[in-house]
């Protein structure tokens, strides 16, 4: 069964910072990963698809990047501002096609 | 560009009753749809997706269930609210199984 675990659990930097969050998932076989991000109350924003095949993506100051190998993946954000407060998830797509999240990481950017 | 909507956006609903919650996708044809619930503490947990009209498959034995009576629209309803019923229940759209999917605003239930 495909688990995915995301640390830390919580995050809290100074506005300014670059920042690593981290995701690990228990099986390989999986078809790609997406990184969201949610905000409180509200629903999903996707960040960054990264197929099985890649080993990563970018979109501004995002990137992320996947070795499948190993089962994990990171999100790094360069120079975090406030705005970039939120938790951010990461889910695998698994080999039924089902979409597995971690439980994410609640990111507070302090000014 | 594609946009989805969900409503009621928030609702509250005393055990026993029914329930009713509607997603429609704008701005595509024939996507495949999704639900999912966040309740509390957990993780997302996919209840329901369909890659067509008519056409439903069930991830969690419940007493909730799906239907998707229109090209893009996609109903979660209940005859029976339980306590354990409440939670943020989103929805989501992908252009096929292996595409990024993208999620609405939500629904808020707690029931009482």
């Known amino acids: 069964k495909q688990e995915v675990t995301q640390i830390p659990a919580a995050l809290s930097v100074p506005e300014g910072e670059n920042l690593v969050l981290n995701c690990s998932f228990t099986?390989?076989?999986?078809?790609?990963l997406q990184w969201f991000r949610q905000d409180p109350g509200k629903g999903l924003t996707s960040l960054l698809l990264?197929?099985?095949?890649?080993r990563e993506q970018t979109s501004g100051r995002l990137n992320a990047s996947l070795d499948k190998s190993s089962g994990r993946s990171t999100l790094y954000i360069a120079a975090s501002q406030p705005g970039d407060s939120a938790t951010y998830l990461c889910?695998?797509?698994?080999?039924?096609?089902?979409?597995?999240f971690g439980s994410g990481t609640r990111l507070l950017v302090r000014p | 560009s594609q946009t989805i909507h969900q409503w009621p956006a928030t609702l509250v609903q005393p055990v026993g009753s029914p329930l009713s919650l509607e997603c429609t996708v704008e701005?595509?044809?024939?996507?495949?749809l999704y639900w999912y619930r966040q309740a509390a503490g957990r993780g997302l947990q996919l209840l329901f997706y369909?890659?067509?009209?008519?056409?439903i498959s069930s991830e969690v034995p419940q007493n909730l269930s799906a239907s998707r009576p229109q090209d893009r629209q996609f109903i979660l309803s209940s005859k029976k609210l339980l306590l354990s019923d409440s939670g943020f229940y989103l929805c989501?759209?992908?252009?096929?199984?292996?595409?990024?999917?993208?999620f609405g605003p939500g629904t808020r239930l707690t029931v009482t």
């Open positions: 989501a759209w992908s252009q096929g199984r292996l595409y990024e999917q993208y």
């Open positions: 099986d390989s076989a999986i078809y790609n």
């Open positions: 990264i197929q099985s095949s890649q």
């Open positions: 889910a695998v797509m698994d080999s039924s096609y089902k979409l597995i």
């Open positions: 701005g595509t044809s024939n996507p495949n």
């Open positions: 369909s890659v067509g009209i008519g056409q």
